[in-house]
């Protein structure tokens, strides 16, 4: 197995809800969650993956992964339980984010409700290179939606970092100006650098860009970050920019591994940084 770079990381290789069982109550700041959004189906599209799309991103391939090839009652059942899981794990003054599309959303909110979880925002995240409609028989899905929750209940201690929220501004985002309050739709391409896909890809990857957002608005620097599903290992490397302390699981050995190599970069890249200022 390969070893991490940091003691910061704990990076398991296993189940997230088996593995969150053991951890104590209480303990994080924060959590980022990118669970399995059951959208995948039976449907074999035929594609040509090394064919080019100009203005979305380079080479990109239709997934079918068993791991999102949920029953709507397994999606529902598993949804619950991680969330109960980390309403546990999660302090009263952090908070929790979750990333889904229309396929999840509804039990993801539904669970949230039953469980006491308020959820503070919903977040658009909307994606202006997104990917064509194949089928030409719906519109072309341009958004996913992130929840932001916490834990508290009527205390609403979670932390918000709104003066910094505030004063960003991002290049690739047009509704975003410097000064100006950040808004529930955020302009995020889905396009990713080289260095993020230096070591593999992964089928759900999120842009490392949209992650350090989340880690802006609500990370408490130096706190405690838990990432259940941790994939390519993304959430991770915005919690060290952070200067967090990370657990995060993962039960897929390609994808464990790629986070690995990926991070250990990462690492490199800023100790080398580091030295030459």
Known sequence: MIKLLTDKINLIFSDAIDGMKK???????LAICDPPYGAATEKKWSYDSK???AGFGGNWNLNNEAWDLLKKNDNFTSTFVWLKELKRLVKPTGSIWIHSTYHNSGFVNTCCQLLNLEI?????????NAFPNLSARRITASHETILWVHTGEAA???YFNYEAAKKASFPEDKLKEGGKQLRTVW?????KSRDELAFGTHPMQKPQRLADRIILVSAIKGGNL??????????????????????????????YDLS?????????????????C
């Open 23 to 29: 951890l104590p109550d209480n303990s994080y700041d």
């Open 120 to 128: 503070i925002n919903e977040i658009v995240w909307y994606k202006r």
């Open 187 to 191: 302009d995020i391409p889905n396009n």
């Open 226 to 255: 838990l990432v259940p599903f941790s994939g390519s290992g993304t959430e991770i490397i915005a919690g060290l920019k952070n200067d967090m302390y990370v657990t995060a699981f993962e039960n897929n050995r390609e994808y």
């Open 51 to 53: 064919k080019s799309i």
């Open 156 to 158: 609403r201690k979670y």
């Open 260 to 276: 690995v190599r990926r991070i250990n970069q990462y690492i490199k890249d800023s100790r080398e940084l580091l030295i030459k």
